[in-house]
């Protein structure tokens, strides 16, 4: 029998999520310390590392043999999913934080033994939690999510890209991904990856490619984005594997086949 505590973590981890939100408010207007990281466009600020400080400490002193799989350094070097372990953005979106200040999030994930348990999407500015338990169904604050449509036409949805496929290392086959976009009835892009998979599962888009994301960009929205009939997978149709940067696409299970055969060519 398992001993994964998976309601008294998630009312714990609810309230952290919101204490961090709450930091991330109260602070929006004050000067910003950014810096960057892997290129000039990779932003990271004073904030993004003190909100992953505060659920480091926090976690560790209230389980302490559980693990953080973390982005900006404070978390635990973390090669495999066994026992719990906790997989977080402080801010994702830092660009949006920074230059709009709104359409960021704090995504925060539990998984144990590799199952996705509970995940946070927190949209902060705009105070919408979306959050769920593994087969307990997704919320977007206090609402149950409904299940996704029954079907699903490519030519009748919304696809979710950003230029990523264009600008950096050219992983895919770029005239296919045009074709997709020609295809599809509308792209979006909205600037956190985590708030994208929450939006997929509101149902008010319908696919989301992505060929760089890290495990805590995706961790918590595709738990929410399972519990409403959604599927999430690597752009070769394998499983994730929430260690890597998993060229990945999510959507509804009418049309994420049609994508991954048609329009994705890894090269
Ligand atoms: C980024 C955002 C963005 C996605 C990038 C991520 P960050 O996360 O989720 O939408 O396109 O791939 O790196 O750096 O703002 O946490
Ligand atoms: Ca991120
Ligand atoms: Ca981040």
Not at 128 to 152: F, M, Q, R, T, V
Request: hydrophobic fraction near 40%.
């Amino acid at each position: 029998m398992s001993t994964f505590k998976q309601e008294a973590i998630y009312q714990q981890a609810k309230k952290w999520v919101k204490e961090a939100g709450a930091l991330i408010r109260q602070a929006i207007d004050q000067p910003r310390e950014i810096d960057t990281k892997a290129d000039a466009n990779d932003l990271v600020t004073e904030m993004d590392k003190k909100i992953e400080q505060f659920f480091a400490e926090h976690i560790r002193h209230t389980y302490p043999t559980d693990r953080i799989l973390s982005e900006e350094g404070f978390g635990d070097e973390v090669n495999d999913l066994t026992g719990t372990v906790w997989i977080i953005d402080p801010i994702d979106g830092t660009m949006n934080f920074v230059h709009q200040k709104r359409t960021f999030s704090i995504s925060l994930a539990v998984y144990h033994n590799g199952i996705g348990e509970i995940g946070f999407v927190y949209d902060v500015m705009a105070d919408i939690l979306y959050h769920a338990k593994k087969g307990a169904g997704a919320y977007k604050n206090e609402k149950k999510l409904s299940p996704i449509a029954d079907h699903k036409n490519l030519s009748e949805s919304i696809l979710m890209l950003n230029t990523f496929w264009c600008t950096s290392n050219n992983k895919v086959n770029d005239k296919k991904i045009r074709k997709l976009v020609q295809t599809v009835r509308g792209t979006r892009t909205y600037g956190s990856a985590a708030l994208e998979f929450a939006y997929l599962a509101e149902g008010i888009v319908d696919s989301y490619i992505s060929f760089k994301l890290h495990p805590w960009d995706l961790a918590a929205g595709v738990i929410l984005f399972n519990e409403v009939g959604g599927k999430t997978v690597q752009a070769n149709g394998k499983p994730l594997t929430f260690l890597n940067q998993d060229p990945m696409v999510s959507a509804h299970p009418d049309i994420i086949d049609e994508i991954i055969n048609d329009y994705i060519e890894l090269k």
